[in-house]
């Protein structure tokens, strides 16, 4: 089991590095004038810039078209870049017509609330289509609130980066402080068809064993519980301040591992 914990906290630590990039993406700077066109066809540029940048090297490097057709695929870590401004005014790569006022969304106020960066628990988009987690940063100049600015990354998409290639893996998650499943392959099957309003708190699930989540709510570094035959390895992440849980197969390691003590 120790050797799976470490394993474990090794993907870990490549996930906290996707989650650094998207981060470094989200900032934006200030403007210092007030923003017009000009500003905004910057903006636009950078957003572009960011969402390609994500894309895999071979993509990356290739022809507009090649890259607007791995964009499409979903090839890109990143769904969108985007900003939304004080006056309701939103922009954001891939550019697609949005009609709905930005100060409206969950993003948008956790963002206007506290200064700094953040990151969402998963919301789902105005129309109803994707799960998805956001980085956010409030843009301010001279101490005015501006906007705020960020990315996302589809649920689903980080969901399969979190597979372990092990024997007897099953599947792996996110799981937030109080306990609920934020990331995983299948959560946006179960979650979208029961969405009636976008703007509202995504009603997530909670992890199924009460031992796990009591270790998670004591902010345990890392470990592993046996929970019938499935062994739930798990470390806490820097960034967000959430747990990587892998259920692997008990009895591919825990009863080997007690037979060769014996």
């Not at 923003?35 to 960011?50: D, M, P, S, T």
């Not at 017509?97 to 628990?121: I, N």
């Not at 998963?122 to 005015?144: C, E």
Request: aromatic share 6%.
């Amino acid at each position: 089991p120790d050797d799976v914990v470490k394993k474990v906290r090794w993907e870990c630590e490549g996930i906290e590095g996707v989650a650094r990039a998207m981060l470094d993406l989200a900032r934006v700077r200030s403007e210092r004038e007030a923003l017009g066109q000009r500003a905004l066809a910057h903006i636009e540029r950078w957003l572009r810039e960011c969402v390609v940048d994500a894309l895999p090297p071979e993509d990356r490097a290739g022809s507009a078209e090649r890259q607007k057709a791995a964009l499409q695929a979903g090839k890109s870590m990143l769904l969108r870049g985007f900003v939304g401004l004080e006056d309701g005014t939103f922009t954001q790569y891939p550019a697609r017509e949005v009609t709905a006022d930005p100060r409206g969304r969950p993003w948008y106020h956790m963002a206007q609330r506290e200064p700094g960066l953040h990151w969402s628990r998963p919301v789902v988009d105005a129309t109803k289509r994707t799960l998805r987690i956001s980085a956010v940063l409030g843009l301010q100049s001279h101490g005015k609130f501006l906007g705020v600015a960020g990315c996302d990354l589809r649920i689903t998409n980080l969901g399969r980066k979190l597979r372990l290639d092990l024997p007897g893996f099953r599947k792996a998650y996110l799981v937030t402080e109080d306990g609920k499943i934020a990331v995983s392959e299948t959560l946006a099957k179960a979650i979208l068809p029961k969405v009636k309003n976008p703007n509202h708190d995504v009603d997530l699930p909670a992890v199924d064993d009460p031992e796990l989540a009591r270790r998670i709510a004591a902010k345990d570094a890392g470990g592993y519980v046996e929970a019938g035959d499935r062994l739930l390895v798990y470390s806490r992440m820097l960034s967000p301040t959430w747990t990587y849980v892998a259920e692997l197969d008990k009895a591919r390691y825990l009863e080997r591992w007690t037979f060769l003590v014996r």
